[in-house]
C-alpha cells in the first residue's frame, strides 16, 4: 500500500496546494498539472547538481497510482540517480496530504532525463568530481 506518515526524511523540492484552477473537467486535478510540477522540481534537483542550466530531454514510466483532489497538500520529492557526461537522470515521486490529515499517499512517480546545457543552449560536460 502507498500509505504512509512521513515518506521521506528530506524536505520536498516543491510543496503545494492543488487548487481548483488546477483541474480537469471531470473536476480531478489535471495529471498534466502533476506532471509540471514534477518537471521543476527535477529541473530543480538537476540544475543544483549541474551547477547550472539543463533541459528536459525525457520522462520515463510515469502512471498515475491515486488521485489527487482539490485542496490536498502534494509534496514532490526528487534524487538523482546516475549522471553522465552531459546528462542526469532524476526520479521524481509526488505524495498527497488532504488538508485535515496527517497520513500521505503516493500519487505518482516518474523518472526524468536532463542534459546540462552550456551559454550557446549546447550540451556541456556535468562536473564529475561533484556528489550525486
Known amino acids: 500500500m502507498n500509505h504512509v506518515t512521513d515518506p521521506h526524511r ?5 510543496r503545494t496546494v492543488a487548487m481548483p484552477a488546477d483541474t480537469n473537467p471531470a473536476g480531478d486535478i489535471f495529471g498534466g498539472w502533476l506532471m509540471a510540477h514534477m518537471d521543476l522540481a527535477a529541473g530543480n534537483v538537476a540544475t ?16 498515475f497510482i ?18 553522465g557526461r552531459s546528462s ?9 496530504r488532504p488538508r485535515e490529515e496527517e497520513v ?19 550540451p556541456r ?8
Not at 491515486?66 to 549522471?83: A, H, I, R, T
Open 10 to 14: 528530506e524536505s520536498p523540492v516543491i
Open 48 to 63: 543544483r547538481r549541474a551547477k547550472g542550466r539543463v533541459a528536459t530531454v525525457a520522462v520515463e514510466g510515469m502512471s
Open 66 to 83: 491515486s488521485p489527487v483532489l482539490v485542496g490536498d497538500e502534494v509534496s514532490f520529492y526528487g534524487d538523482v540517480l546516475s549522471v
Open 88 to 96: 542526469l537522470r532524476i526520479r521524481v515521486e509526488a505524495w498527497r
Open 104 to 122: 500521505m499517499n503516493k500519487v505518482t512517480e516518474a523518472i526524468f532525463t536532463f542534459v546540462a546545457i552550456g551559454a550557446d543552449r549546447r
Open 125 to 132: 560536460a556535468v562536473d564529475s568530481s561533484s556528489v550525486d
